[in-house]
């Protein structure tokens, strides 16, 4: 059995990394901070798919709760997990100004140390030929970092800084690999001129899906001669330096 981990796989793009998983004939541990319980539209392709599955809840601040999440899911499955998709986050709006100890660490926690952690106890339990997987969610704004979510940001580099040195360091039991979205899922906060603007400021004059993600997790998941390589996804965002979050930019005139 294919067993996978997903961190923050009930909801938003986790939810449609999941459900792409599924398709492809993955078990699924999804886990959650809190009640892992997937949305509606997943829970039903999981049904669809006839997927093997179960909810894990664990708070990713808590190193206790990290430390105990792959045994739990090993135990449960009777297996450990052979792919992990560390795609839980923690998403502030603090910037340079106003930054503290605090958030920063916070953002470490949730976006860098546990992936890291998660991904070493996965390795750990691969067997031998038989290398697991490791895909980071990271964000492309780790080509041209701005000022804005500061400490989201910082813990974002420093999940891509881990992805290199821990396909470097786990090799051979584990391959890690990330993929680094654009704006996939706006919030409310973004207008629908603003959207069609940004479209327009992207170098392919588009946005990603969640989908376009869920599909290059999944191709990451099977690519057995792959490894320390991140793919974005992003409409070619990345190859442009914006000066400010998207969530500030081509607002004028909506």
Same mark, same amino acid.
């Given at each position: 059995m294919k067993l996978a981990l997903v961190t923050g796989g009930c909801h938003r793009l986790g939810a449609a990394i999941?459900?792409?998983?599924?398709?492809?004939?993955?078990?699924?541990?999804?886990?959650?901070?809190e009640h892992p319980e997937p949305d509606p539209a997943l829970r039903a392709r999981l049904t669809q798919w006839g997927a093997i599955w179960d909810g894990f809840a664990a708070d990713l601040s808590d190193t206790?709760?990290? +430390?105990?999440?792959?045994?739990?899911?090993? =135990?449960?499955?009777?297996?450990? %997990?052979? @792919? !992990?998709?560390?795609?839980?986050?923690m998403f502030g709006l603090?910037?340079?100004?106003?930054?503290? +100890?605090?958030?920063?660490?916070?953002?470490? =926690?949730?976006?860098?140390?546990? %992936?890291? @952690? !998660?991904?070493?106890?996965?390795a750990a339990r691969a067997q031998p030929g038989a290398p697991a997987a490791i895909v980071n969610i990271l964000d492309q704004r780790i080509v041209h970092p701005a000022g804005d979510q500061a400490s989201y940001t910082l813990s974002k580099l420093a999940l891509a800084g881990a992805t290199d040195m821990l396909a470097r360091t786990l090799a051979p039991q584990a391959r890690v690999c990330a993929v680094a979205p654009g704006l996939t899922l706006p919030t409310e906060d973004y207008l629908p001129a603003q959207m069609v603007r940004l479209e327009q400021e992207m170098p392919l004059c588009m946005l990603?899906?969640?989908?376009?993600?869920?599909?290059?997790?999944?191709?990451?998941?099977?690519?057995?001669?792959?490894?320390g390589q991140t793919i974005f996804v992003d409409g070619g965002a990345h190859l442009r330096s914006f000066g400010r979050d998207f969530l500030y930019l081509g607002r004028d005139e909506t």
């Amino acid at each position: 059995m294919k067993l996978a981990l997903v961190t923050g796989g009930c909801h938003r793009l986790g939810a449609a990394i999941s459900g792409r998983l599924a398709e492809a004939g993955w078990a699924l541990a999804l886990h959650s901070r809190e009640h892992p319980e997937p949305d509606p539209a997943l829970r039903a392709r999981l049904t669809q798919w006839g997927a093997i599955w179960d909810g894990f809840a664990a708070d990713l601040s808590d190193t206790g709760q990290v +430390a105990g999440l792959v045994e739990r899911v090993t =135990t449960h499955f009777g297996q450990p %997990p052979t @792919l !992990l998709v560390n795609n839980a986050s923690m998403f502030g709006l603090d910037g340079p100004e106003d930054m503290t +100890a605090d958030t920063l660490i916070a953002h470490f =926690t949730i976006n860098s140390a546990a %992936p890291v @952690l !998660l991904a070493r106890d996965v390795a750990a339990r691969a067997q031998p030929g038989a290398p697991a997987a490791i895909v980071n969610i990271l964000d492309q704004r780790i080509v041209h970092p701005a000022g804005d979510q500061a400490s989201y940001t910082l813990s974002k580099l420093a999940l891509a800084g881990a992805t290199d040195m821990l396909a470097r360091t786990l090799a051979p039991q584990a391959r890690v690999c990330a993929v680094a979205p654009g704006l996939t899922l706006p919030t409310e906060d973004y207008l629908p001129a603003q959207m069609v603007r940004l479209e327009q400021e992207m170098p392919l004059c588009m946005l990603p899906d969640p989908e376009d993600v869920a599909d290059a997790v999944v191709y990451l998941a099977g690519a057995n001669a792959v490894t320390g390589q991140t793919i974005f996804v992003d409409g070619g965002a990345h190859l442009r330096s914006f000066g400010r979050d998207f969530l500030y930019l081509g607002r004028d005139e909506t």
